[in-house]
């Protein structure tokens, strides 16, 4: 019997301490976190270490249950940024959905305690430690998790007090066992409070001393809590980008802010000019109804929400630079601008480049820079003329600055289109296509890696077979498919001009090469082609774009195959553009009339609404530049091909500054207008 007994109190034991020794220890550390700062770090470091926690989770509030705090998703943002920089995998931020917009009954009637009960039920066989300041213990005192300490949920609080010190209740009976004490902190007096008031009075050192290094850039970079309004705040943005080049955990997804030194004592200045807006650029009235539903919308894809909110500063001097950039750094230094910030996402035709510093006037300079071709430059004018008269400031306050190496666009992009394409030999290409790089690049590499389980030219030729296969197989092969290894080796990610170089056999098994480029603005086209044709020796083209539909029953991704183009300088014919569509190719082509604009921002509604009564069906940029280069080589046999694919419908409800969200729409019809430029190229297997 006595063995029996302790057999079983052995159990007991063993099976009490797996319990205890299974149960984890959870801190939660509710708060507003607006911002968060070193203090609240350090909080959790130590009560980890303290109270041995396996798991610490930040419980920002809901926006809701304090009307005068920043958003929720903001608030989850910047803790996150901060927790970057301790990079201690205990600790975490809450995920609670959205309960606001769900009119949870639990959250409209106690938004704190819905927080609290979230946790709770999360770990509902585990020890909670609920971390909070001391001057919340009597707002505690009243709540329902007053009631719920004990052995397995009990109270941290953020600074030393003597038992006497807690509110009678607690004081007077056991419950004072369940409350424990973190040491006192140099930094306890720091607030979130008194960071937002720095922050609107432009005390940025305090900004920088008191929060981790992201939490600060992010709040300088998005203008949070009035920062955008101060003078300091420029200087602030410069500051970021001098740190950056240190900080390598700085995620720089959502912009790109590098430290940029500019020039030396010893470069030469070149000489410049320096010119007014163009005229054609005040003739566009911002004013009237716009084919782009959103104007703002439109300028800030292409100047970034924070180059946006930089150009309303309005004692901001600001220039667009046409010229190299060493004569960029000299003109730059002999403004007293001895080093900047770069804004952007990407030096590419998608976001324009926005450089900003202090010049020696005391005066912060805004200057875009790389500005090559008259298009491009036109385009730069209506985009800064457009965002000026969106913060209310007059529309031609910038100055167009050249330099002496900029004066001839023409030979100066073609230099830089000779470079890009050095590795090109002269009449090794059969064939190029202009246009939709990326989007071709793959959807030949999909083509290609079908040929190898299906070895039929109707696996290059034929886009349905790709389709086919995919819902009959959902071939993961196929869906990752990437080019032939040729392929990447010869591959060019160049900012000006990014290429690759394809290898094809056709129907007589000879080896075939084609060249594909990224599209170029405007009268850019004119450079581009000229190296083509008359340096690599290139004798068949296919210009493959965009282009908004003007005729009401037009819709997304049909593609017109123009007759003629025009511009502001008069009409050119295509006469030669013919398409070879096969009988079995799907895609419907359209005949049509196409007017170029140097600039998207150009197409109000009235501007539209006559190219219509003079019977134009599409609007682009660069076609008429073609045109043009085509006519000026009378001597030169150039087989060419012209496909546009309507990406926009102005006007209406697919309007162009909508156009990035919603890109993949457009692949169908790139791979059948694919279909078509393959099957007259003769393509049948990969080289």
């Known amino acids: ?54 798991k ?54 106690n938004p704190s305690e819905y927080l609290i009960e979230l946790v709770i039920s999360k770990y509902p066989k585990d020890k909670i430690f609920h971390i909070l300041g001391s001057d919340s213990i009597g707002k505690m005192e009243e709540s329902s998790d007053f009631k719920r300490l004990g052995e397995n949920y009990q109270l941290v609080i953020k600074s030393r007090q003597e038992k006497s010190s807690l509110p009678e209740r607690i004081r007077n009976s056991t419950l004072a066992n369940f409350v424990n004490f973190l040491p006192d902190y140099k930094e306890e007096s720091l607030s979130s409070t008194n960071l937002r008031k720095a922050c609107s009075e432009g005390n940025l050192k ?11 850039a992010e709040i300088i970079l998005s203008g949070m809590y009035g920062v955008a309004s101060t003078s300091e705040w420029l200087e602030g943005i410069i500051e970021v980008a001098r740190r950056l080049s240190d900080c390598k955990k700085f995620d720089e997804s959502q912009l790109v802010l590098p430290f940029h030194t500019i020039a030396s004592e010893s470069d030469k200045l070149d000489s410049y000019s320096v010119f007014k807006p163009s005229e054609q650029v005040k003739k566009i009235d911002f004013s009237v109804s716009h084919s782009l539903s959103n104007l703002r919308d439109y300028v800030q894809q292409k100047f ?56 020696r006037s005391g005066k912060h300079l805004a200057v875009i820079p790389g500005i090559y071709g008259t298009s491009r430059e036109l385009q730069t004018q209506a985009l800064l003329a457009c965002a000026l008269y969106l913060h209310g400031r007059p529309t031609d306050s910038f100055s167009i600055v050249k330099s002496s190496d900029s004066l001839d666009y023409s030979e100066v992009m073609k230099g830089i289109y000779r470079k890009c394409l050095e590795k090109v030999i002269p009449e090794t290409v059969d064939a190029a296509i202009i246009g939709f790089h990326w989007k071709v690049l793959n959807n030949l590499a999909r083509r290609v890696t079908l040929f190898r389980v299906h070895p039929s030219k109707w696996a290059i030729r034929d886009s349905k077979i790709n389709e086919k296969w995919l819902k009959l197989k959902q071939n993961e092969d196929l869906l990752a498919a990437r080019p032939p290894d040729s392929w990447p080796q010869k591959h060019f990610t160049n900012e000006d001009l990014p290429h690759t170089i ?117 609007v682009d940029v660069e076609l008429s530049h073609f045109a043009k280069f085509l006519k000026s080589q009378k001597k030169q046999m150039i087989d060419y091909k012209v496909y546009l694919v309507f990406s926009d419908l102005p006007g209406r409800d697919f309007t162009l500054e909508k156009l990035p969200g919603r890109e993949r729409e457009l692949e169908p019809s790139i791979s059948d207008a694919l279909d078509i430029i393959l099957n007259d190229l003769d393509y049948e297997s990969p080289g």
Not at 2 to 20: A, D, E, P, Q
Not at 67 to 92: G, H, M, W, Y
Not at 206 to 216: I, K, N, Q
Request: charged share 20%; hydrophobic share 45%.
């Open 56 to 109: 610490l989770i930040f419980v920002p509030n809901f926006s809701q249950v304090d009307k005068s705090i920043s958003d929720l998703q903001t608030r989850v943002f910047l803790i996150k940024r901060a927790l970057t920089v301790i990079n201690n995998p205990k600790i975490e931020v809450l995920s609670v959905g959205n309960p606001e917009s769900e009119n949870a009954p639990a959250f409209q009637a």
């Open 1 to 54: 019997m006595k063995k029996r007994f302790f057999l079983l109190l052995i159990s007991f034991f063993i099976l009490t301490n797996s319990v205890f020794a299974s149960q984890k220890r959870i801190g939660i550390f509710p708060g507003s976190f607006d911002p968060i700062h070193n203090s609240h770090l350090r909080i959790a470091v130590d009560a980890i270490s303290k109270l041995k926690l396996d």
């Open 304 to 359: 970034t929400p924070l180059g946006l909110k930089i150009l309303s500063k309005p004692d901001l001097e600001i220039f667009v630079f046409a010229g190299s950039e060493k004569s960029l750094h000299a003109w730059l230094r002999s403004q007293g601008v001895l080093e900047g910030a770069l804004v952007t996402r990407s030096r590419s035709k998608i976001t324009t480049t926005l450089l900003i510093g202090k010049a």
């Open 206 to 216: 305090e900004l920088f001393s008191e929060t981790p290094f992201p939490v600060a």
């Open 502 to 618: 394809a290898a094809f056999s056709d129907s007589m098994g000879k080896p075939k090469t084609l060249l594909l480029t990224q599209s170029v603005y405007g009268d850019q086209i004119n450079a581009l082609m000229d190296i083509l044709v008359n340096e690599k020796k290139i004798r068949k083209i296919f210009f493959f774009g965009s282009c908004g539909a003007l005729a009401s029953d037009s819709q997304i991704g049909e593609v017109i195959v123009p007759k003629e183009v025009s511009d502001l300088s008069g009409t050119f014919t295509l006469s030669e553009n013919v398409a070879k569509k096969p009988e079995w190719a799907r895609v419907q082509l359209k005949t049509g009339k196409v007017f170029s604009v140097f600039s998207p921002l150009q197409e109000t509604n009235d501007f539209l609404g006559n190219l219509r009564k003079n019977g134009f069906d599409a």
